[in-house]
């Protein structure tokens, strides 16, 4: 076996100048794969563990080049000054089972690194599950690692790769193995891509569900950082359901990475309603510190301005009703500053207080454009200008600081209508009396 490396000391069979490079690389760009099948054949008669060089700055750097994205996915990156690969390579990324057959056949050895990558890491980065079958029938190592210290299951990093996951983890991948650089094991790339399929894979032959990575991140932690969609009523997201298998499985909810923040802070910071929920109910800290002095209620006031269609307040009484630290009342201005686009987090906020005194400037800390668009909720505001709340309002703080941090369960069971109810929870009104 020939191990090849990115250096000025490799050996070329065949440069990025030479005829038959640029007939293949003429070939892929036109989509002629009959044509590539047939020189990768045509290579394998002589020297089937051959190394070509697809690119290199030069020709990258010609304006006349133009790539398809079907080539450019796991052939070429601009990244690399020089891009190596050989027969098999190619062969497997491309997704040519007959033509890789072929090599294998014909003498192409199946862990042959080119370009820092085998065959098997093209071909489980591009989800060609007869490839991975057929390499790994052939001696393929499931543990091998590209020059970035990256396993082949790190690679299935899309719900397509399942299969090539399970082909590999059959062939004896090791699931726990960290990646050199970062220390993030399949299980962190699973949860980073939002692949529930992938995870339940691995938890099932053994791998480790709390292994921090070189930033202690944990696979619950990544997954929450990730989480970014917008959900509907019904819907159930895929870094949502990974988050719930990977509490099933024991993920401890209150580990937090290198800058101490947990899984709630990345949760909440995203906006993420029924993560905030699914963590609170296994047990997270919801008043967890992170190194810059922010708790899970800080994150999402932070970001509720920009991610206001997804319903910041939600989240904000969520966490008030599950006991949440509130903010030190004289930093309501720059909170009100902040969140000026978001009336009812404004409001759900305010109403969480007993008395909180409104002064001139409050009024001048709302843009007039924002004042105009939501102009009812803030004149409500304002009218309580060094005004007392009402008794309404008293009693419900009264309740609220009876009940702490059980509001969310204790609210409920009170012999009251469900507006009461409501007005208890801090379902927002659209004005403050």
């Not at 000391?9 to 440069?15: G, K, N, S």
């Not at 007869?130 to 299951?153: M, Y």
């Not at 995870?199 to 970014?228: D, M, V």
């Amino acid at each position: 076996m020939r191990e090849c490396e990115m250096s000025e000391e490799i050996r070329l069979d065949f440069p990025a100048e030479s005829d038959l490079v640029r007939t293949l690389r003429d070939a892929l760009d036109r989509q002629d794969f009959c044509m590539v099948e047939d020189l990768l054949r045509g290579l394998t008669k002589t020297s089937p563990n051959s190394i070509i060089e697809l690119s290199n700055d030069e020709w990258m750097k010609d304006p006349a080049v133009q790539l398809p994205p079907a080539v450019l996915l796991g052939l070429w990156s601009l990244e690399y000054k020089r891009e190596l690969t050989s027969p098999l390579c190619i062969a497997a990324a491309q997704g040519f089972t007959e033509c890789l057959q072929y090599l294998l056949e014909h003498g192409a050895h199946p862990n042959l690194s080119a370009g820092g990558k085998a065959a098997l890491h093209e071909a489980c980065a591009n989800g060609n599950t007869d490839c991975v079958e057929l390499l790994l029938d052939h001696g393929a190592n499931p543990n091998q690692l590209t020059e970035d210290g990256l396993t082949p299951l790190h690679l299935c990093t899309t719900p397509q790769s399942l299969r090539c996951a399970k082909a590999v983890v059959r062939h004896g991948a090791k699931v726990h193995l960290p990646s050199e650089e970062e220390e993030e094991t399949p299980l962190h790339v699973a949860a980073r891509h939002g692949l529930p399929h992938h995870a339940q894979l691995y938890l099932r032959y053994g791998a480790h569900i709390n292994h921090t990575s070189s930033s202690g991140e944990t696979p619950l932690g990544l997954a929450c950082s990730e989480a970014q969609d917008k959900l509907e009523e019904d819907q159930d997201e895929p870094h949502l359901q990974l988050c719930h298998l990977l509490l099933a499985y024991g993920a401890n909810v209150n580990l937090s990475d290198s800058e101490r923040r947990t899984p709630l802070h990345k949760a909440a910071r995203n906006v993420q309603v029924k993560l905030v929920q699914l963590l609170l109910d296994h047990g997270a800290d919801i008043n967890a510190i992170d190194y810059n002095g922010c708790s899970p209620l800080s994150c999402v006031l932070q970001t509720s301005n920009i991610r206001q269609e997804w319903q910041p307040h939600i989240v904000v009484q969520t966490l008030l009703n599950h006991g949440s630290i509130k903010v030190w009342p004289q930093a309501l201005l720059k909170v009100l500053t902040a969140c000026a686009s978001s009336p009812k987090t404004v409001e759900i906020l305010f109403n969480s207080y007993n008395l909180v005194p409104v002064t001139s400037k409050w009024a001048e800390a709302i843009p007039e454009d924002l004042f105009q668009l939501h102009r009812p909720f803030y004149e409500s505001l304002f009218a309580l200008e060094y005004k007392p709340r009402c008794l309404q309002h008293l009693c419900r703080s009264a309740l609220r600081k009876h009940f702490g941090k059980h509001c969310h369960s204790l609210i409920p069971r009170l012999p009251i209508p469900r507006s009461l109810q409501d007005y208890l929870l801090l379902q927002p009104e659209g004005f403050i009396i």
